[in-house]
């Protein structure tokens, strides 16, 4: 084992030259040992045959010699044996043991071996004997016996182990040569690693690198070795950086900072907390926090050992003196790291403490100075709103003061303009008509002035009612005729289609508004056209035919509610050729008492308030008023009113019919080719549809989603996504799936169309009667039914509809209290069912039955009659001949159930 | 004693002549022995002509002389007890105690194929060789002499060993030919003229 130890140890080199050597010498012995065990053996066998070869020729020489008693003859057979050096003595034995003939080398004395009279050889020290029968004629007749010395083997052994000896000698040298030569190549690469890792341990110097020998397992090491440290020197000088960064973060840091390793000693201070407590560096560096007294007092000696020991940052406040003697308050952070070190941080928190404490007295201060001034200011309030109502109530009564024998002025001068009491010469019409008009133009300022103020203390009020636009227009055209030919202008009045017959708000005010711009428009207009148009629109979209000399968008938008809710519009616009509005004055044009020089620079007219009144009066209709204009070229002041959208409340409230179609008969036409929508639009129009128009999938979606139509004609032939997509989008849309849409395409595809849940599908050209045909089979299935409950008691009336109601219903309930409300209701809208009762005072079930039978238009309506009343015999016959009937009432459910029987 | 030691010397060298005599000369019993051996032996080493050999037949030595029990009876037992053989080819052993030649001898003569003159036999040679004539028979004597009066082979005892003599001529005249192993230890000799 200590030789194991020994080479253990050796050098790397010396290892591999030993392994070698030691391994050729190994081989080489054993080898030699094998073959030269296997020559003795051999050279044994070798001369043992060549002996006996002898022996037997000599033997089978001497046979007969034996036979016929020729010792003499033997004897010289014998002393041929003279010729083998090595043969030392020989002899022939009879039979007896005698011995016939002999023969001993150099005469020597030599006692024969007693007769072995059978064959064998026997290796005696030096001498190898041999015995072999002799035999004649195939009998034995004697023994030859031949004694051999062995010198020539033990000189052959000799000379084989020289042999090998010489060469386990040059051969164990020449393994060592070469060896050498290849233990480089192999202890080569490894010691360059070991004389690299020593100079980089020594110098701890990372940059050096091993130099890479040949290409195998070593060279891939050392690669990887160089690789290694490659990246130790990365991370080394990324370490160095970063501790840099700490320490520059560490010096910079306006937070003091120090660290205490495991027995308290500081070992790093920053500059701001020597600062901060008024010490060097090197004093802190001298602090062990178990003796700071400073640490000790405030309690941080104990909050440190307990985040220590709990491995957890805390944080304390640390009152303290300064080595000036100055209170120090800090605000820190102690931070243990598991090695039992502490990181320190602070703020000082001395000042802001003193910050704190005046901010808080400011604070209070203040709140007192609040609380001085809202009641100040309660006092002022309450002071000016009395100033105000007795303004407004000095207004209201001075203007009805003023007004009083303005009226009488006015009266009077117009009694006599009017020739009622005496003619009058020119001159003094003349006069008194400017009198007149003075007058007049005063009530009018002290109208405005009234109205103001009236609005302003909230009296208007919004008086909703039915009646006719067309009406109305033509009422203020009229009024503003005189005013429009006195200054030689011309006035367009349109109003277009879409306007409905009646809308439900306030006439008068509407009517102000509308003298009010078109007076303005007047004044403001020297030559050309005032027009007046009134349109419908939905959500905020601008009039469509607004403003046809503005081209640009620029020029308008002030005062426009962002409105996105779709609601149904009336929009009027005034629009003139006069001298428009300079764009720094269209901010202020509806503000009060502001006024702009009339054409003639002249001074302004009027009171100002015209316009401050109308928007007023527009925005408690909940519409609203903009204006556009072009400086020079004209103005356009438009206002819209919403027309209150009918919702499918659960209690079903009477609404306008015509609200109720609306929002029935609007179609989505989605087309990209205008002329194909242009002619949709007007077929469906004609039809008293609502039309809203896509052209691409976008606005299609958008829209349908938007509107919820009642029906969509979507054509297919479209650039980017065509129809198909479209459809497939607007039935993967929950919103717009249940839309039917009517596909209208070139080409002929149905079953395309069907198969993706298309209703219908057209081929173009398409008529007028195709589309309505289709829209009529589409209003039978999807329409949505109108039925009239007619029941003195409002319970059940309201029960009814109620369940007809629900927002998931298709049916649009109008309630009718007793039977002649209810053929009122049904004069004024063809319902799709009645539901009647048959117990009415007044105008009973039966009359109203009778009175429907009587008209054409109102006899084919289906009714269904709820009644608890028990019936007559002939009235159930009645009943029976001419109307299918119900009688339960009660069961509603099943009379749904008829409902729907009877609708579909 | 000096007289004792007298005697031991004496003892001892007339022992060694003794010895000597005995060790020297072959005591006569053992050369009749070895005699035998040899005639055995010289049957094997001669070879005889196949006309000789009637299918078969077994080799027939024919003892002449009185003294067939000195030799002849020791070979014939020997046959006997081993089995001997010679090529193969029986020995048949006779015996014809007869000293000179007569017409029984003469007959007998023309059956064997060896005939062993014994010392016993006084009858002229010369006279027993023409009654052979030449007949393939090996004719072996029992002195060294013996092949010079004509005879093919003689044994005699010579100091150490048996000595053998051979006249090859004989051998020759009749057909017969012998072995070089056994010439090789015999003297080859001629016949007297």
């Known amino acids: 084992m200590n030789i194991l130890k020994l080479y253990q140890n050796l050098s790397f080199k010396r290892k591999i030259l030993l392994y070698a050597a030691s391994i050729s010498l190994f081989s080489l012995i054993l080898a030699s040992l094998a073959f030269m065990t296997y020559d003795a053996y051999s ?215 120090s660290i205490y390793d495991e027995t308290g000693q500081c070992f790093v201070v920053n500059d701001s907390l020597a600062k901060m407590i008024a010490a060097t560096k090197e004093q802190v560096l001298q602090h062990n926090y178990n003796e700071l007294e400073s640490w000790k007092i405030s309690g941080t000696l104990d909050k440190a050992k307990s985040a220590l020991k709990e491995n957890i940052t805390k944080r304390h406040e640390l009152i303290g003196e300064s080595t000036f003697g100055q209170t120090v308050r800090l605000d820190c952070y102690l931070v243990p790291f598991s090695s039992g070190r502490l ?170 508004v509308l003298i009010n711009l078109l007076s303005n428009a007047i004044k403001f207009t020297e030559s050309g056209e005032i027009t007046l148009i009134s349109d419908f629109g939905l959500g905020n979209a601008d009039l469509r035919n607004s403003a046809h000399f503005i081209k640009n968008d620029r020029a308008k938008r002030y005062n426009k509610s962002e409105i996105r809710i779709p609601q149904s519009e009336i929009v009027f616009s005034v629009a003139d050729t006069g001298i428009g509005i300079k764009p720094e004055h269209l901010s202020e044009i509806f503000d009060e008492f502001k006024q702009i020089e009339g054409p003639l620079k002249e001074k302004p007219t009027g009171t100002g308030l015209g316009l401050a009144i109308s928007k007023k009066m527009v925005e408690m209709m909940e519409g609203r008023i903009w204006v556009e204009s072009v400086y020079e070229k004209g103005t356009c002041f438009q206002f819209a009113i919403p027309v209150k959208e009918i919702t499918t409340a659960k209690r079903a409230p009477v609404i306008s019919p015509e609200a109720l179609d609306l929002i029935k008969k609007l179609v989505l036409t989605i087309d990209d080719e205008i002329e194909a929508q242009e002619i949709l639009k007007t077929y469906l129009k004609s039809e008293g549809y609502e039309v809203i128009q896509a052209y691409n999938a976008m606005e299609a979606m958008e829209l349908a989603k938007k509107y919820r139509p009642f029906a969509i004609t979507l054509d297919i032939m479209m650039p980017g996504k065509d129809g198909w997509d479209i459809l497939h989008e607007l039935k993967e849309e929950p919103q717009s799936e249940p839309i039917p849409v009517i596909c209208i395409s070139i080409l002929d595809n149905r079953e395309m169309g069907l198969s993706l849940g298309a209703f219908e599908y057209l081929v173009k050209p398409i008529t007028k009667e195709q589309l309505m045909k289709e829209l009529c089979r589409l209003e039978k299935r999807f329409r949505i039914y109108d039925i009239l409950i007619v029941d003195d008691e409002p319970q059940a009336v309201e029960l009814l509809a109620q369940y007809l109601g629900g927002e998931t219903n298709n049916y649009w309930v109008a309630k009718a209290f007793g039977g002649k409300e209810g053929l009122a209701a049904v004069k004024e809208r063809r319902p799709d069912l009645i539901i009647l009762d048959l117990m009415m005072p007044e105008i009973d079930g039966f009359e109203v039955i009778r009175h429907l039978k009587k008209s054409e238009g109102t006899k084919e309506i289906p009714i269904i009659i709820v009644s608890a009343m028990k019936l007559t015999q002939e009235e159930v016959e009645y009943l029976m001949k001419n109307f299918t009937w119900a009688n339960v009432r009660g069961i509603l459910g099943w009379i749904l159930g008829w409902i729907f029987g009877i609708l579909s | 004693m000096v007289k004792k030691n007298y005697i031991l010397i004496i003892a001892i060298v007339l022992s060694l002549i003794g010895l000597n005599a005995y060790a020297g000369d072959i005591d006569k019993s053992k050369a009749n022995k070895i005699k035998a051996g040899l005639l055995y032996n010289m049957a094997k080493m001669t070879t005889w002509p196949e006309s000789s050999f009637i299918n078969g037949e077994p080799i027939s030595i024919l003892f002449l002389g009185k003294d067939y029990n000195e030799i002849g009876s020791y070979f014939e037992s020997q046959i006997r007890s081993r089995s001997l053989t010679v090529k193969g080819r029986k020995l048949a052993v006779k015996e014809i105690a007869r000293t000179e030649l007569d017409d029984v001898v003469r007959e007998e003569l023309k059956q064997c194929h060896i005939l062993f003159i014994m010392s016993s036999y006084k009858g002229s040679i010369m006279e027993l060789l023409l009654a052979i004539g030449d007949r393939p028979v090996l004719v072996v004597g029992e002195s060294s002499s013996f092949p010079k009066e004509g005879g093919m082979i003689g044994l005699s005892i010579e100091k150490k060993r048996i000595g053998i003599s051979v006249n090859l001529d004989a051998v020759k005249k009749n057909d017969l030919s012998i072995s070089a192993q056994l010439l090789q230890h015999a003297k080859i000799v001629k016949k007297d003229q």
């Open chain 1, 343 to 512: 990181l320190f941080m602070a703020h000082d928190i001395t000042n802001r403490i003193l910050a704190e404490e005046a901010l808080q007295k400011a604070n209070d201060e203040l709140e007192a100075k609040v609380r001085e001034r809202t009641t100040e200011l309660e006092e002022a309030n309450t002071r000016l709103i009395e100033a105000s109502q007795l303004k407004s109530q000095f207004l209201a009564n001075m203007s009805h003061e003023l007004r009083t024998p303005l009226n009488s002025i006015i009266g009077f001068t117009g009694i006599i303009l009017q020739g009622i009491v005496g003619e009058l010469n020119d001159e003094q019409k003349k006069q008194l008509n400017m009198v007149y008009e003075s007058a007049k133009h005063l009530l009018g300022l002290i109208n405005d002035i009234l109205d103001l103020s009236k609005i302003e203390a909230g009296k208007i009020e919004i008086i909703p009612a039915e009646f006719e636009i067309r009406e109305l227009i033509q009422t203020v055209e009229k009024m503003v005729f005189p005013m429009i030919e006195k200054k030689g202008l011309t006035l367009q009045v349109a109003v277009s289609e879409d306007v409905p017959p009646t809308i439900y708000n306030d006439k008068n005010r509407i009517k102000q």
């Open chain 1, 43 to 257: 050279i044994r066998r070798l001369l043992v045959q060549n002996l006996l070869t002898e022996t037997n020729v000599i033997g089978a020489t001497s046979a007969s010699a034996l036979v016929f008693h020729d010792p003499a003859f033997a004897s010289k057979v014998l002393a041929s044996l003279e010729e083998e050096s090595r043969i030392v003595a020989a002899c022939i034995y009879l039979e007896d043991g005698n011995i016939f003939a002999r023969y001993v080398r150099r005469s020597a004395k030599y006692e024969f071996p007693k007769n072995h009279s059978t064959s064998s050889y026997q290796f005696e020290g030096k001498y190898l004997d041999i015995f072999t029968p002799i035999s004649f004629e195939k009998s034995q007749v004697g023994t030859l016996y031949i004694r051999s010395d062995l010198h020539e083997l033990s000189l052959r052994k000799t000379r084989y182990i020289l042999i090998a000896l010489c060469v386990m000698v040059l051969s164990l040298v020449a393994a060592l040569l070469a060896s050498n030569v290849f233990q480089r190549i192999i202890s080569q690469p490894v010691l360059e690693l070991v004389k690299t890792a020593k100079r980089i341990a020594k110098k701890e110097d990372f940059s050096f690198r091993a130099t890479k020998y040949y290409d195998d397992e070593l060279s891939d090491l050392t690669e990887n070795f160089n690789e290694m440290l490659r990246q130790i020197q990365n991370r080394d000088s990324d370490l160095r950086e970063s501790e840099e960064r700490m320490r520059s973060v560490l010096e910079t840091s306006p937070v003091g900072i």
